[in-house]
């Protein structure tokens, strides 16, 4: 559960990367995305006007897709899933990240 | 391209995504709200912890809304609809705004159709441009353009390289008459080549054939040889008088008392040689080919990529060799080429650019009308716009607004408009019979082209002034209790603008027309030599074949004139071979020179000849100067006299009395003898008043009876109308023989500046529109204003401002404004009176 006193903000582009990584495991539906997310980091929490424009983006720029379908309750529900492009998309990101973090911790934990 | 399917698929389906988001976004609540629950949370506790961390749907639906493609036209197609909705609300400002564009743009349409069609578009032949009318000229004569003689004509047309084609032709009134009854139209008799040299096909039947045309239908007096002659039938006379049959073709009338065989039907009115054309009679060159006789009309075809100077020139030097071969008849003589669209199109010029001028000053009127009611309008929604403005709207966005208003009101004015127009130019040809090239007015791709034009400028001058500064509004407002009591100074003035602009612009109209008035009138009260007041005139046209003798012709009309003294009213019966300002009958010009100098070049004049009947002067009240008019001695068998006119007597014998002199007048057909001058007549402006006097022979009827003779009738002032007595009488003698349609002589000379009155009749309504469109607008605004302030002026009454006071202020707004208007406007006068 994640502590709302606690809880960082999304670094503006990160998010991206964030979702793409969680599609990258499973296709998911928004509310799964926003709690993938918010569990496995447990310190981001997704609000609706961050989440959504987010994944409209995304949409727009082709890196992943959407349809509806019946979910586990069996109301319906939009999943979306990777794209091959969205794929590609996420190796990139990934390695600029961890370029990035490293670079960041380099200076931080220098003396 | 698969990207571009795709964002119109968005498009179409905006309203499908919105629902769908909105259901995503619900479901994502509904699951944080069922996971609360389940965390042992109330309903509304969880609800309000879903608003907490959340945040709200209805926003963020609205974001991904705008960000999807297509948010821009749903905005834009909310915008029209809302305009459209305070449009249909606003009904008396709509209703009035719309039929102010659509007078502006309908007027400005016509005109310019008008003026693009007469005056700018090429004649409808092929190759228009290589049109020609060929004129004969004598500099040292002082003659810029007079017609051609035959002989002439046919050596060109033998020696001429740079020429595709020559016809020639003229014009002669005669009598039609068939099983429905006669009247007298007008016909022009031409050489074969005109029809394939214009590219004129039969709507019906065929044009002439070559052989028809090597006969001679009418030659002078002569009589006819051959079997049935052939006519072609001008579209105007075939749809009246024949019902628009196509079985006309075929048919036999009587043309002059001769069998005629109908062998065509031209598809539209061909107006040559003069405008009135009805009908067209085949004709040949060969035969009397004179020198002299100057009255054909000549149209010729260049040969491609031949310029107009060329051909003049080539054919100036056909001219110096007849000079030189016949130096009685041709030398001094040389030819002048016009292109034919000009010499269509001249006298028209203008009327039709001083009329599209002043339709364009309307539009710019109507449309700063329309303007002030959209101020008016602004200024009762400010409140509105002000409150729109401090809750986030875009400045622009309220300007959007007032655009499509605009842009509605001027669309459906400008549709009405075009109808106005196609209304207009459909009854053009009706009013305006003497205007060249009517039968080809309609509204086409060009003429609605500019009617979109002008309708956006209306859209821009009504709307897009007063949209900007309703987008402006103070946002002070939307606090206070009401709109202002006035408009911010920069609206104010923006309106101050336009009325000034309007009131200059209508001075100028009123100026343009008072200065048309004063040059009709000084016209109308120029003195031309004659008196047309009271004066019937019924041109007869006697046939070779009915009165083939002097003989008959003199009874005839002996008859006819004692038949007309003896009605009531009638003062004074006179005839002559042409008359002023009349166009039919017989005019041409003949050489004469004073007996005893003997012939030299310098004392050769030329002369018109005029056939008289004795009381012919007193018919019309022409002044005779000197000596005597002609009498009953003056007959067939007495000495041949003539009389001159004033002009003409100056010039042969400058320093004496002309009276008693010989005088030889060369009539080639008849000889060249000398005449007794017994009398000096008056000059007559022949053409009307704005024409010169002419030099004129008259001759005695009863020693020259011509066949041809202008019937002229002078009543009593306020006599009871003669034209049905008139026509009876003449009907009784010869039924044959109508009258060419009896009219008024003052009609007649009226009709000699018809383009002057018709646009001076044109320009002042104009100039009443605008004035009302005017005075409208700035009633309207002082009346705004008035209403607006009366907070303010009750103050000043409370204050103790009299009634006069207040009257004067109020008068005082509307003076400055007239004090600016009118120097614009006076300004505007100076170039209109120059022009």
């Known amino acids: ?111 | 391209m698969a990207r571009a399917l795709s964002y119109l698929r968005e498009i179409v389906n905006r309203r499908r995504r919105r629902r769908e988001t909105h259901e995503e976004l619900l479901d994502h609540v509904e699951r944080f709200v069922a996971q609360e629950l389940r965390k042992g949370a109330s309903e509304s506790e969880a609800r309000r912890r879903a608003r907490l961390e959340l945040g709200d749907v209805l926003p963020v639906a609205e974001e991904l809304a705008d960000r999807r493609p297509g948010a821009y036209l749903e905005a834009l197609g909310r915008d029209l609809r809302l305009a459209l909705r305070a449009l249909s609300r606003a009904r008396a400002f709509t209703f009035v705004s719309v039929l102010l564009i659509a007078l502006g743009v309908g007027a400005s349409t016509t005109l310019f159709t008008l003026v693009e069609r007469v005056l700018f578009r090429p004649l409808p032949f092929p190759e228009p441009g290589r049109l020609v009318r060929l004129f004969e000229t004598s500099p040292e004569r002082g003659v810029a353009h007079t017609g051609v003689a035959r002989g002439n004509l046919a050596a060109w047309r033998s020696e001429a390289r740079l020429f595709e084609g020559l016809a020639a032709g003229y014009a002669m009134g005669r009598t039609l008459s068939d099983d429905q009854g006669s009247e007298v139209i007008l016909t022009a008799q031409f050489t074969c080549d005109l029809f394939p040299m214009l590219g004129v096909r039969a709507l019906h039947g065929r044009t002439f054939s070559n052989q028809e045309c090597r006969r001679a239908v009418y030659s002078g007096a002569a009589a006819p040889k051959g079997a049935d002659p052939v006519l072609v039938l001008g579209h105007g006379l075939w749809t009246r008088r024949f019902g628009a049959d196509p079985s006309a073709v075929g048919r036999t009338v009587q043309l002059e008392r001769r069998s005629f065989r109908i062998v065509g039907v031209l598809p539209n009115d061909l107006w040559l040689p003069e405008p009135g054309v009805q009908a067209f009679l085949p004709w040949t060159l060969d035969e009397e080919l004179n020198h002299d006789q100057r009255y054909t009309t000549a149209i010729g075809r260049l040969r491609a990529g031949v310029t107009a100077a060329a051909a003049e020139s080539e054919l100036d030097a056909v001219a110096g060799r007849l000079a030189s071969e016949r130096p009685e008849t041709n030398r001094g003589w040389g030819i002048a080429l016009l292109p034919l669209h000009e010499h269509v199109t001249a006298r028209a010029r203008p009327v039709l650019l001083l009329l599209l001028g002043a339709s364009g000053l309307v539009l710019l009127i109507a449309c700063s009308n329309v303007a002030l009611l959209f101020f008016a309008r602004g200024q009762a929604r400010s409140r509105e716009s002000a409150l729109r403005l401090a809750l986030g709207a875009a400045r622009w966005q309220l300007l959007r607004l007032g655009l499509f208003e605009a842009g509605i009101l001027a669309a459906l004015g400008g549709a009405l408009g075009a109808a106005f127009a196609g209304i207009a130019l459909a009854w053009v040809p009706r009013l305006w019979a003497d205007l060249p090239r009517r039968g080809e007015l309609d509204l086409d791709a060009t003429a609605l082209g500019f009617a979109v034009l002008a309708t956006l400028l209306a859209a821009l001058i009504a709307g897009a002034l007063p949209a900007w500064r309703s987008a402006q509004p103070d946002p002070r407002e939307a606090f206070g209790d009401g709109p202002r009591t006035t408009a911010s100074r920069p609206t104010q003035a923006a309106r101050d603008a336009l009325v000034v602009a309007e009131i200059a612009l209508t001075v100028v109209l009123l100026a343009g027309g008072g200065l048309l008035v004063r040059s009709v009138s000084a016209l109308q009260a120029a003195d031309s030599g004659f008196d047309a007041e009271d004066v019937l005139v019924a041109p007869i046209f006697l046939d070779a074949q009915g009165y083939d003798s002097g003989e008959k012709s003199r009874v005839y009309y002996a008859q006819v004139f004692e038949r007309l003294r003896s009605l009531p009213g009638v003062v004074a019966v006179g005839g002559a071979t042409a008359l002023p300002t009349s166009p039919l009958g017989p005019d041409f010009a003949r050489p004469v020179w004073p007996a005893e100098a003997g012939k030299h070049d310098h004392n050769v004049k030329q002369a018109s000849i005029r056939i008289i009947t004795p009381d012919y002067l007193d018919a019309l009240r022409i002044p005779l100067v000197e000596g005597r008019g002609f009498s009953a001695g003056d007959g067939p068998n007495a000495k041949p006299v003539l009389a001159v006119s004033e002009t003409l007597a100056r010039a042969l014998w400058p320093a004496e009395s002309a009276v008693g002199k010989s005088l030889i007048v060369d009539y080639s057909t008849s000889g060249t003898y000398p005449y007794e001058v017994v009398g000096v007549v008056a000059d007559v402006r022949f053409h009307g008043p704005r024409s010169e006097a002419q030099s004129a022979v008259y001759f005695p009827h009863a020693q020259r009876s011509y066949l041809v003779l202008n019937v002229a009738v002078r009543t009593k002032p306020g006599a009871p109308p003669l034209a049905a007595e008139l026509r009876r009488v003449l009907h009784e003698i010869d039924p044959q023989k109508p009258a060419h349609g009896v009219s008024r002589l003052s009609d007649l000379l009226g009709a000699t500046f018809a383009h002057e009155r018709r646009a001076m009749q044109l320009f002042v309504a104009f100039a009443a529109v605008a004035c009302l469109l005017s005075g409208l607008g700035v009633y309207g605004m002082l009346a705004y204003r008035v209403r607006q302030r009366s907070a303010e002026i009750g103050v000043r009454v409370a204050l103790g401002a009299t009634r006069t006071r207040v009257v004067r202020y109020v008068a005082g707004e509307a003076a400055r404004l007239w004090r600016g208007a009118c120097s614009w406007g006076c300004s505007g006068r100076w170039s209109a009176a120059a022009f």
């Not at chain 1, 990367?17 to 929490?45: C, D, M, N, Y």
């Not at chain 1, 109301?75 to 961890?98: D, H, M, N, P, V």
């Open chain 1, 1 to 111: 559960m994640t502590d709302p006193d606690k809880s960082l903000d999304v670094l503006p582009g990160t998010l991206d990367l964030l979702i793409l990584k969680t599609l990258a495991l499973e296709p998911q539906h928004g509310w799964g995305i926003g709690q993938r997310i918010q569990q496995t980091s447990r310190v981001f929490q997704m609000k609706l006007g961050s989440l959504y424009p987010a994944l409209q983006r995304l949409e727009q720029a082709g890196l992943i897709q959407a349809q509806w379908r019946q979910s586990d309750n069996n109301r319906r529900a939009r999943y979306y899933r990777l794209t091959r492009l969205g794929q590609k998309r996420l190796q990139i990101e990934i390695s600029a990240w961890q370029r990035l973090a490293a670079g960041v911790t380099r200076i931080v934990e220098s003396t």
